[in-house]
Nanobody, 125 residues
């Protein structure tokens, strides 16, 4: 399974941005998919994960309330809508998917078999 992120860039604080993850396969190829990020000098952290069959996303605490996941299964694209961005959101954002893990395991443990290359998001104050 191949994943490709797009939509990153440089924005001002308070702005919104939508990232896209284009998946080479379909929802039958993975059990969970999600968004992660890595702030420079820090570990990866899970932002939100969702199962291939469900509609209820799982949000670890990091950005709860500001970031929203959605998907277009017909296009095999998963989106991350980010609102009210702050400089602390500056990071490389990754899309990842896994064939077996649950959404909470994947997001809490930052564990997935397949990863995209990431897209940089920079938020200026």
């Amino acid at each position: 399974l191949r994943l490709a992120e797009s939509g990153g860039g440089s924005v001002q604080a308070g702005a919104s941005l939508r990232l896209a993850c284009t998946v080479s396969g379909t929802t039958s190829d993975y059990s969970a998919i999600g968004w992660f990020r890595q702030v420079s000098g820090k570990d990866h952290e899970g932002i939100v994960c969702i199962s291939s069959s469900g509609d209820t996303p799982y949000y670890p605490d990091a950005v709860k309330g500001r970031f929203t996941i959605s998907r277009d299964n017909a296009k095999n694209v998963v989106y991350l809508q980010m609102a009210n961005l702050t400089p602390e959101d500056t990071a490389v954002y990754y899309c990842a998917a896994d064939p077996l893990r649950t959404v909470d395991y994947m997001c809490d443990n930052v564990f997935a078999d397949w990863w995209g290359r990431g897209t940089q998001v920079t938020v200026a104050s």
